[in-house]
């Protein structure tokens, strides 16, 4: 069992940045691939980043390509989602979510643990 819990969300101007953290419980964060989505209001749910267990690969959305950057490290059990240039359409609330096995997926489906997510807005 993970448990997973979001932070650092809030209101920011366009092209402002903001840096979102996943703090993870449990022995195993490694073995897991990470993995953001974003839900804005009336939309679904839908995937941002993922990286694998080692930090060594990442995979984005072409929305947010050279803008966000996903990270982990380790040994504090934490996953971030640094996001620079920020725009109005990023406005959501942020979740992260882990999964173990192979694969870089993209789908709300495939992931076993999320959090509650943290809400981000960026005004005009």
């Known amino acids: 069992q993970v448990q997973l819990v979001e932070s650092g969300g809030g209101l920011v101007q366009a092209g402002g940045s903001l840096r979102l953290s996943c703090a993870a419980s449990?022995?195993?964060?490694?073995?897991?691939?990470m993995g953001w989505f974003r839900q804005a209001p009336g939309k679904e749910r839908e995937f941002v980043a993922v990286?694998?267990?080692?930090?060594?690969?990442?995979y984005y959305t072409d929305s947010v390509k050279g803008r966000f950057t996903i990270s982990r490290d380790n040994a504090k059990n934490t996953v971030y989602l640094q996001m620079n240039s920020l725009k109005p359409e990023d406005t959501a609330v942020y979740f992260c979510?882990?999964?173990?096995?192979?694969?870089?997926?993209?789908?709300?489906?495939?992931?076993?643990?999320w959090g509650r997510g943290t809400q981000v807005t960026v005004s005009s």
């Open positions: 979510a882990a999964r173990l096995g192979v694969g870089i997926l993209t789908t709300t489906n495939a992931y076993d643990y």
């Open positions: 449990g022995r195993t964060f490694s073995s897991y691939r």
């Open positions: 990286i694998t267990g080692g930090g060594v690969i990442t």
